[in-house]
């Protein structure tokens, strides 16, 4: 994963297949700090990513949590 080798706050990217619901993934992603995940935003990385899979994504829910 190019993200975690290459973004010093990214401490966890992962690309997950769930047992339900075909045609989906899951991408649980952990960042170091409230900066890390905003530099993730405006990586090329993520903008070469997006730009990739285009044509293959319906639909993105984002849900930004806290580790409790």
Do not use: N
Not at 40 to 45: C, E, L, Y
């Amino acid at each position: 994963m190019q993200t975690l080798a290459s973004e010093e706050g990214c401490l966890r990217f992962e690309v997950c297949d769930p047992l339900e619901g075909e045609d989906r993934v899951f991408l649980y992603e952990m960042y170091a700090g409230e900066a890390a995940p905003e530099a993730h935003k405006a990586s090329p990385i993520l903008a070469r990513t997006r730009e990739r899979y285009a044509d293959v994504i319906e639909s993105r829910d984002i849900h930004v949590c806290k580790v409790l």
